[in-house]
C-alpha cells in the first residue's frame, strides 16, 4: 500500500504519467492556497474575511447581484449573436466568392476597442446597444478565425465522400461545416463566453450609464477598495466556473459522440 501511495505522489510529479487521484489533489492544493491566504501578513491583499465584508456591503448596498445579472444578459446575447454571425461567414466561405470577406473578418480581431469605439457610437442608438455591439464585435471575430481554421481542416476526402453521395455545393457544407462541426462550435461558444468577461470591463467602462458588474469593478478600483475588487472578481469566477461546466454539459448533451472520441469509451 505505501508503495502504490508512493508511486502515485510520484506520478504527480512526471509529465504524462498515469494519476487517478486529479480531484483530491485539486482540493488539497485549494485548501492549501486558502490557508497560506488567510496566513499571509502582506498588507496589499485583502483578508477572505475582509473580502467577506465588502461583498455583503456590495451586495446590500450597490446591488451586486442585479449588476452581475445585467452583465450576464447582455454577455449571453452577444455570444448568440457572435456565434450566429461567425457561423454564417465560416459557412459562406466555403464558396470562394466570400472567401475574402471571411479573411478581412479575421484580420479586424488585431483591432482594439479604442480606435472603434467612435464609430460604434454612431452606429448605435444608446449605451445599452454599444456595450452589445462592442461584445458582439470582439468575440464575433475571434470565433470566425478559429472557425475558418476548422473549415480549412476538413480533408479533402471528406468532401470527396459526399459527392459521392450525391451531394452537391451547399449540402456539403451543411453536412460538413454546420453539422460536422457542432462539437467545435459548441467548444468555441464555451472559450468565447469566457473571452467575453475579459472584454467586459472595458467594454462597460465606455458605457457606464448602463451599469453592469464590469463597471462596479472600475468604481472599486478607482477607489482603491482592494476587497471590494477581490470580491467581485471571486463573484464572476464562480460565476465563470459554473458557465463553464453547463457548456461542457451541454457540449456533451447535444454531441454524445465527443466523449467517446475523447475517451475512447462508450
Given at each position: ?118 464609430l460604434f457610437m454612431l452606429l448605435t442608438a444608446d449605451a445599452y446597444q454599444l456595450k452589445l455591439a462592442l461584445l458582439t464585435f470582439g468575440t464575433s471575430v475571434m470565433m470566425v478565425t478559429a472557425l475558418m481554421a476548422e473549415v480549412q481542416a476538413i480533408p479533402q476526402q471528406a468532401i470527396d465522400h459526399c459527392k459521392t453521395l450525391g451531394m452537391r455545393n451547399w449540402r456539403i457544407t451543411y453536412e460538413l461545416v454546420i453539422l460536422g462541426k457542432a462539437d467545435t ?82
Open positions: 500500500m505505501s508503495l502504490r501511495i508512493h508511486t502515485g505522489l510520484k506520478n504527480a510529479f512526471l509529465p504524462y504519467s498515469p494519476f487517478q487521484a486529479t480531484r483530491a489533489l485539486l482540493l488539497v492544493q485549494l485548501v492549501t492556497a486558502f490557508v497560506l491566504w488567510s496566513c499571509s501578513s502582506a498588507k496589499a491583499l485583502p483578508t477572505p474575511q475582509e473580502i467577506g465584508q465588502s461583498w455583503i456591503m456590495l451586495f446590500h448596498e450597490q446591488g451586486l447581484l442585479t449588476e452581475l445579472w445585467s452583465s450576464i444578459t447582455v454577455l449571453l446575447l452577444s455570444l448568440l449573436l457572435s456565434t450566429a454571425i461567425a457561423l454564417v461567414i465560416a459557412a459562406a466561405a466555403t464558396a470562394p466568392v466570400f472567401l475574402p470577406i471571411a479573411r478581412f473578418a479575421s484580420v479586424l480581431r488585431f483591432l482594439g476597442f479604442a480606435g472603434l469605439s467612435y462550435l459548441l467548444d468555441l461558444v464555451r472559450q468565447n463566453a469566457a473571452i467575453g468577461w475579459t472584454l467586459l470591463t472595458m467594454v462597460e467602462g465606455l458605457t457606464r450609464s448602463e451599469g453592469g458588474i464590469g463597471a462596479l469593478l472600475l468604481n472599486q478600483n478607482r477607489y482603491f477598495q482592494l476587497s471590494g475588487v477581490f470580491a467581485i472578481q471571486l463573484t464572476i469566477l464562480l460565476y465563470g466556473v459554473g458557465q463553464d461546466y453547463l457548456l461542457a454539459r451541454l457540449r456533451e448533451t447535444v454531441c454524445p459522440y465527443v466523449k467517446f472520441n475523447e475517451t475512447g469509451n462508450p
